[in-house]
């Protein structure tokens, strides 16, 4: 009778346990609102405990850190935000913040965007401090990671040129330079294809063009043309120019200068930033701007690799996305009459009208 009493109160005693455990572990609990619950760099369980009991999440950070303890997760805690609910059980908590997969947010960086812009973009997206993201933009140890650089060469200013533009997917918790560099990999994964096709380029032998220069060259073609099937005979028309040794005249250069100036663009180009000298003005300085304007796509740096045979040295707007090519300036001035001078040639057109098939990709 006695082992009998006994062997009852023992299982009382490890009944009563069990169900203290198991609602401290949050087994008697249902899951509430979800909530998103940010793991930051270097962060542990421990530290998680208090924030994720204050937050809801869980009922007890003591029943946290004693399952940690004692049933350590086979996998490590993850950085980033994740999709939690309140209430949740421990075992479940663990599971997703060890194995579950952090949050991403689907970002298209467009092409022909310059590094302000991207920041722009990224800051206005809550991802990162346009500051910070310039400064990891113009860091020297990302900079001598660019693909195009060769022994001696003297480093550019900033990885203008190899944002590659592309929709990637971001995670809040990722700092400007990690962005930065997984921005750059991607530019080098794209690049690796076609290094090859330089050492055939016939435009490459024949100016001496050193790859870098090929990505400055394609920013500004990226620039100029918002028509996908006009980037190699836009590409031809600066090949001619240089040719010919005559100027590259190509406004996006001059606005480029601005941006580096002043950080933004107000959208006007006056005659004053035409006349000012710099290394990014093409119109006072002879042969290629200093570096890259923008980030050039994959086709704009193909356009570079071989443009099309023409003649044109000219071209301008017809305000739809597409230009008139002009062989000769008084063709040209003709043409500059017909669409920029007069009002009507720009009423309700854009490049945006542009078939989805003919547009810069």
């Known amino acids: 009778m006695k082992f009998v009493f006994s062997f009852t109160f023992l299982c009382l005693v490890l009944g009563l346990v069990a169900g203290l455990a198991a609602r401290e572990l949050g087994y008697f609990s249902l899951s ?56 949740m059980t421990v075992p479940a908590l663990v599971k997703a913040l060890t194995e579950g997969k952090p949050m991403e947010y689907k970002v298209t960086i467009p092409e022909g965007f310059n590094l302000f812009q991207i920041a722009d973009l990224l800051a206005e997206k809550g991802f990162v401090q346009k500051a910070a993201f310039l400064a990891a933009a113009r860091a020297p140890e990302n900079i001598r990671l660019l693909p195009t650089l060769s022994p001696g060469d003297k480093l550019p200013v900033s990885v203008e040129g190899y944002l590659y533009p592309d929709t990637y997917f971001l995670q809040r918790v990722q700092t400007a330079q990690e962005i930065v560099q997984l921005m750059l990999q991607h530019f080098r994964a794209v690049y690796a294809p076609i290094a090859a096709e330089l050492g055939r380029s016939a435009v490459v032998s024949e100016f001496r063009l050193t790859p870098h220069q090929v990505v400055i060259l394609a920013s500004i073609v990226e620039k100029e043309t918002g028509a996908a099937h006009e980037r190699p005979l836009v590409a031809s028309i600066f090949v001619n120019r240089l040719r010919k040794r005559m100027r590259l005249q190509t406004d996006p250069t001059v606005i480029y200068a601005l941006w580096m100036a002043q950080g933004s663009w107000d959208g006007n180009i006056r005659r004053r930033d035409l006349n000012a000298p ?51 300036y008084a063709s040209h001035a003709k043409a500059v009459r017909e669409t920029q001078l007069n009002p009507a040639a720009k009423d309700g057109k854009s490049w945006r009208n542009l078939p989805a098939d003919q547009r810069a990709r």
């Open 278 to 328: 710099g290394e990014y003005n093409t119109y006072q300085r002879e042969g290629l701007p200093a570096g890259p304007i923008a980030n050039p796509s994959l086709n704009a740096i193909r356009a570079v690799l071989a443009p099309a045979e023409s003649e044109y040295l000219y071209f301008v707007s017809k305000n739809d996305g597409t230009h008139i090519f002009s062989k000769d």
């Open 32 to 87: 509430g609102e979800e909530i998103v619950f940010t793991v930051e760099k270097g962060e542990n369980f421990a530290g998680l405990a208090a924030r994720l009991q204050r937050e809801g999440v869980i009922r007890s950070e003591r029943a946290l850190r004693w399952y940690v303890n004692f049933l350590p997760p086979a996998k490590s805690l993850k950085r980033g935000e994740f999709p939690l609910y309140r209430n």
